[in-house]
């Protein structure tokens, strides 16, 4: 329990960046194993659970590309991202803007139409019966190559009306944004938000090339771009949101000690970061763990927390009239 649970349970708040494969936890895993009659290398909760255990993000992603192989049917790819609206309704997350990774099912055999329907068919319920609005992210992964996105991009032509943005995630190291600069002029010109992961473990480079060089929308993680002061001057011109997610941060070993995160330094500095569970199935913590680590390592101010929630809103892609909503609700909530 942080010092201030009580007001960052009452804040309602956007999730922006979420994979949701990344929300697969291993009680479901196990059960939808047993259903496709897959076989899995955990026998047990405890086995699983041991396995999460990283050093940085190329052992997370090698147990996490293992872990949604047992995903093969819509049903299997709804009861996912279900048991996820489910869970975040008690974070008080009231919308979410969610990746998805859709070569690492197609790779597998599995039809893009399976993966997207699940997902969409769950989002809409999570709209209906739990009140969460939410925006669907495809996301490349950067270890393909660019052609393999523009294969990726062609397959999922008769779902692009449902998706908002595209992303760019995986290995980071190896793979800069410009790699991509052809497949994003694409996915820019078709009228897609761009969403790049850049700086997580990759340097500042990467998050100028992302901003400077492709115009992303959003930039995911960000970290390193502190090192850079330039960089850090656009961020704050621009006003480019940065998902931060302290809980993945330290499981990956992007960080040693919550201590040294770049958050608060970020609302000081007047740049738009937000707070993200990234995957909290692996990472030990959804939308409130998150804020309740990173509030406890920074001491951070009510005002600040309150920023942070605001900020989930100003950067999300709903309309203007859609944010000015939310964030008066946040107003009636400080001060109620
Ligand atoms: N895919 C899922 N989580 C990721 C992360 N934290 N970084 C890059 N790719 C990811
Ligand atoms: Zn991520």
């Known amino acids: 329990m942080s010092a201030h649970s009580d007001l960052i349970a009452r804040l309602p708040k956007a999730e922006l960046h979420l994979h949701i494969e990344g929300s697969f936890e291993p009680e479901l895993m196990m059960a939808i194993a047993e259903r496709n009659r897959i076989d899995i290398p955990f026998k047990t909760l405890e086995e699983a659970k041991a396995a999460y255990d990283f050093?940085?993000?190329?052992?997370?992603?090698?147990?996490?590309?293992?872990?949604?192989?047992?995903?093969?049917?819509?049903?299997?790819?709804?009861?996912?991202?279900?048991a996820y609206l489910e869970r975040v309704r008690q974070?008080?997350?009231?919308?979410?803007?969610?990746?998805?990774?859709?070569?690492?099912?197609?790779?597998?055999?599995?039809?893009?139409?399976?993966?997207?329907?699940?997902?969409?068919?769950?989002?809409k319920r999570g709209e209906a019966e739990l009140g969460i609005t939410s925006e669907l992210i495809?996301?490349?992964?950067?270890?393909?190559?660019?052609?393999?996105?523009f294969v990726l991009l062609d397959e999922s032509i008769p779902w692009h009306e449902h998706f908002i943005g595209v992303g760019l995630d995986s290995s980071e190291v190896g793979h800069p944004p410009l790699k991509f600069k052809?497949?994003?002029?694409?996915?820019?010109?078709?009228?897609?938000?761009?969403?790049?992961?850049?700086?997580?473990?990759?340097?500042?480079e990467y998050v100028r090339e992302a901003l400077l060089d492709i115009g992303a929308d959003r930039i995911d993680h960000?970290?390193?771009?502190?090192?850079?002061?330039?960089?850090?001057?656009?961020?704050?011109?621009?006003?480019?949101?940065?998902?931060?997610?302290?809980?993945?941060?330290?499981?990956?070993?992007?960080?040693?000690?919550l201590k040294k995160s770049p958050v608060k330094t970020q609302l000081e500095e007047g740049?738009?970061?937000?707070?993200?569970?990234?995957?909290?199935?692996?990472?030990?913590?959804?939308?409130?763990?998150n804020y309740e680590a990173i509030t406890d390592a920074l001491d951070l101010s009510a005002d600040?927390?309150?920023?942070?929630?605001?900020?989930?809103?100003?950067?999300?892609?709903?309309?203007?009239?859609?944010?000015?909503?939310?964030?008066?609700?946040?107003?009636?909530?400080?001060?109620?």
Request: aromatic share 8%; with cysteine.
């Open 91 to 123: 974070d008080n997350v009231v919308h979410v803007e969610m990746f998805f990774d859709p070569q690492a099912h197609t790779e597998r055999g599995v039809p893009f139409g399976v993966v997207a329907e699940g997902i969409l068919a769950a989002l």
């Open 222 to 257: 960000g970290n390193r771009a502190m090192e850079d002061p330039a960089l850090i001057q656009v961020l704050r011109d621009t006003q480019t949101p940065l998902t931060n997610c302290p809980l993945s941060n330290l499981s990956l070993c992007v960080l040693d000690d």
């Open 271 to 289: 740049l738009l970061v937000c707070v993200n569970s990234d995957d909290p199935a692996y990472f030990g913590g959804y939308m409130n763990q």
């Open 55 to 82: 050093s940085n993000l190329q052992e997370f992603l090698d147990i996490y590309y293992q872990g949604m192989n047992v995903l093969r049917t819509e049903q299997d790819f709804h009861d996912m991202t279900w």
């Open 138 to 149: 495809m996301s490349f992964l950067r270890h393909l190559s660019e052609g393999d996105g």
């Open 182 to 204: 052809g497949l994003f002029e694409r996915c820019r010109e078709l009228g897609f938000k761009l969403c790049l992961h850049a700086g997580e473990e990759g340097p500042p």
């Open 304 to 336: 600040q927390i309150i920023q942070l929630a605001r900020n989930s809103f100003t950067g999300s892609f709903l309309s203007q009239s859609q944010k000015d909503l939310h964030l008066s609700e946040i107003d009636r909530v400080i001060a109620g």
